[in-house]
Antibody, heavy 121, light 107 residues
Framework: EVQLLESGGALVQPGESLRLSCAAS????????MRWVRQAPGKGLEWVSA????????FYADSVKGRFTISRDNSKSTLYLQMHRLRAEDTAVYYC??????????????WGKGTTVSVSS | EIVLTQSPATLSLSPGERATLSCRAS??????LAWYQQKPGQAPRLLIY???NRATGIPATFSGSGSGTDFTLTISSLEPEDFAVYYC?????????FGGGTKVEIK
């Protein structure tokens, strides 16, 4: 069974850092692009970041560019999101998502259950 | 950035009725559009990709149509488990963007 399990969410103060992890199982992790998507309380979905299968191509939303870094360890089938200089507006549930194979690899067909990040003083 | 506008914000219907949800893009996205369903406390689930293709395991009561800037998700006969929030998402350009969502609620 294809599964994604996020971890690392916490309550932190503004300006602090946090690293999220997403452990993947049930598929050949290195063959798929991966995404982070977040959802602020009571709000809609916001794409945060993307990384290709090899880990050498990354993309970021303007709202996190320069503060967040996406990476992956294909030997561990794990996706990461390193978050620095956190702000109150980063408060959200963070989901990792697997993409479909080409030519549909921008669509997210498997999602984790999410991990909650709260930024507050 | 491509803006996706979903309408209506809320759709109040009864089980067995037909639901028609709209997603309009600020510029053409071709057929590069997906629909997701999200229930309270759960992660989103992919329903439709490339505008009209059902994802694995999605029942035939769900269908997608449209291209360019205007898209529709149709649920032909609402089941109790279909009451949820639905989001569209485009993949034509970075950044990937989602619509604001349509909540389908029980009337």
């Amino acid at each position: 069974e294809v599964q994604l399990l996020e971890s690392g969410g916490a309550l932190v103060q503004p300006g602090e850092s946090l690293r999220l992890s997403c452990a993947a199982s049930g598929f050949t992790f290195s063959s798929y692009s991966m995404r982070w998507v977040r959802q602020a309380p009571g709000k809609g979905l916001e794409w945060v970041s993307a990384i290709n299968g090899g880990g050498y191509e990354t993309f970021y939303a303007d709202s996190v560019k320069g503060r967040f870094t996406i990476s992956r360890d294909n030997s561990k089938s794990t996706l990461y999101l390193q978050m620095h200089r956190l702000r109150a507006e980063d408060t959200a549930v963070y989901y990792c998502a697997k993409t479909m194979v080409a030519p549909y690899f921008y669509y997210m067909d498997v999602w984790g259950k999410g991990t909650t990040v709260s930024v507050s003083s | 950035e491509i803006v996706l506008t979903q309408s209506p914000a809320t759709l109040s219907l009864s089980p067995g009725e037909r639901a028609t949800l709209s997603c309009r893009a600020s510029q053409s996205v071709g057929d590069n559009l997906a629909w997701y369903q999200q229930k309270p406390g759960q992660a989103p689930r992919l329903l439709i990709y490339a505008a009209s293709n059902r994802a694995t395991g999605i029942p035939a009561t769900f269908s997608g149509s449209g291209s360019g800037t205007d898209f529709t998700l149709t649920i032909s006969s609402l089941e109790p488990e279909d009451f949820a929030v639905y989001y569209c998402q485009q993949r034509r350009n970075w950044p990937l963007t989602f619509g604001g969502g349509t909540k389908v609620e029980i009337k």
